[in-house]
């Protein structure tokens, strides 16, 4: 690997057994609300990459003290009114999860603060979470109605009933946060099914929160006190292990401590749906419940994936396009217009570097058709910057003719920094092959 450039070649056979880094969803959650406890967090397992040290540095900023003491980083909570007003502009980087949550833990403080990121962030959507949250007194301006940078006054909230217009963890996490603040109760209808980590992990801190069909709902009023957190490994960045191994014949994976937050598990289930073999082991579960995947590559067939399956699998809908290139018959995925507004629009990503690969690929404004087996040639892979655009097509290199260049490959370390690394050692056969 050069600095911009990765080089991706064909391999022929993939049987690896893979730990995979910490939860990047869990990451950034475990870091706030520590810093919003009374005491000592300990956090094992934090996913070390640029997104969740984004979370980090903006927490230091706000007077939070965090350690790293060996395998363990500590948080020195400073309680919920304990934040010091920042000095300057808070910068989240790359990091929708960092800006989207602050933005509701600072709508109530009692000063200033302006939130900032990098180009991608910068484009991205904020009106979504600044309106619910105008609506709780929160004073909040956004560039253009809508992008960051995110400014926002000292005001007091009051409660909010909300019905979610898109099912976004972001969105809900912050409404959800900023309830720890408001006077009076906030409840959350509509489409909360969104990933779930802010309603499993805020219990962990002591938290009430009440969840019932079809609402959500928070008191006002509440202490968090530190906890123990032990991240599991990030079910999305297993997701590549297992698309690589599900298309490469003869493929077997298995990897250890991967979250199975039911939230998260969409696309082993549309690998199951294409044919795949994947048997999932749980182990320990507290407050997530986590374990070993294994899976056996089968050919695989076509599926469709519905609106409402998406929010399992937002972010391995690149792969789902990968691996409906290696499978017979139609794939279809619908009701996915939020790829639009991630760290790029990844469906354009997607069909851009499908066509360099020479597949073929129907877009639609909220997903995409294709009809495989397809063969991929190796090309240059645009990424956008986008880390998961980035690693889906290094995956796809693995079955392409020829070789593939991912640009600007450093993109990776926002979720994942050791991907290269991890690449290399499979391709130089130096993985403990499953004993399964
Ligand atoms: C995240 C939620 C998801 C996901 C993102 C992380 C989170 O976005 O795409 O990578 O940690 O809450 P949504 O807000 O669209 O659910």
Redesign the pocket.
């Known amino acids: 690997m050069t600095m911009s450039q990765a080089r991706i070649l064909p391999l022929r056979t993939f049987d690896a057994q893979l730990a995979i880094p910490g939860d ?2 869990l990451s ?1 959650r475990a870091l706030l609300f520590g810093a919003l406890s009374e005491g000592l967090t300990e956090i094992t397992g934090l996913l070390a990459s640029a997104d969740v040290l984004s979370t980090w540095a903006c927490l230091s900023a706000l007077g939070v003290k965090i350690e790293q003491m060996g395998e363990t980083v500590l948080v020195h909570g400073v309680g919920l009114g304990g934040f010091l007003s920042p000095s300057a502009p808070l910068d989240c980087g790359n990091s ?2 960092t800006l989207r949550l602050l933005m509701g833990i600072l709508a109530g403080q009692n000063f200033e603060a302006c939130l900032v990121g990098d180009a991608s962030l910068t484009r991205r959507p904020m009106k979504r979470v600044a309106e619910p949250l105008r609506q709780m007194g929160a004073k909040i301006a956004l560039r253009e109605g809508n992008f960051p940078p995110v400014q926002i006054q000292p005001a007091t909230l009051k409660g909010l009933d909300y019905a979610l217009p898109v ?5 809900k ?1 912050a409404l959800i946060l900023a309830g720890l603040f408001a006077q009076e109760r906030v409840t959350l209808r509509g489409e909360i099914g ?2 779930d ?1 802010t309603e499993r992990l805020l219990p962990h801190f002591g938290v009430n929160l009440h969840k019932s069909d079809g609402f959500l709902q928070i008191e006002p009023g509440q202490t968090l006190h530190a906890a123990q957190v032990q991240v599991p490994g990030d079910p999305s960045t297993a997701a590549f292990w297992l698309a690589a191994a599900a298309m490469i014949p003869g493929g077997r994976v298995e990897i250890e401590r991967v979250s199975l937050n039911p939230t998260r598990l969409g696309f082993i289930n549309v690998l199951k749906r294409m044919g795949a073999v994947v048997v999932e082991e749980m182990t320990v579960g507290n407050p997530e419940p986590l374990g070993i995947v294994r899976l056996q590559q089968v050919p695989l067939q076509g599926t469709r994936v519905y609106a409402h399956e998406i ?1 399992d699998l ?2 391995e809908v690149p792969l789902i396009a990968i691996l409906a290139t290696q499978a017979t018959g139609i794939t279809e995925v619908r009701g996915a217009g ?1 790829l639009r507004v ?1 760290e790029s629009d990844r469906l354009e990503a997607i069909a851009l570097n499908l066509r360099a690969m020479g597949a073929q690929i129907t877009l639609f404004e909220d997903g995409f058709a294709i009809e495989g087996p397809q063969a991929l040639y190796g090309a240059e892979i645009e990424p956008f910057h986008d880390h998961r655009i980035a690693m889906a097509f290094a995956i796809a290199g693995l079955v392409a003719t020829g070789e593939t260049r991912i640009l600007n490959p450093e993109c990776v370390s926002i979720s994942y920094p050791e991907f290269f690394d991890v690449l290399s050692s499979i391709h130089n056969g130096a993985m403990t092959p499953c004993v399964f």
């Open positions: 990047k969803s950034h929708g999860t099912a976004s963890a972001q969105l996490s969104s990933r980590h929010p937002v972010d939020e991630k």
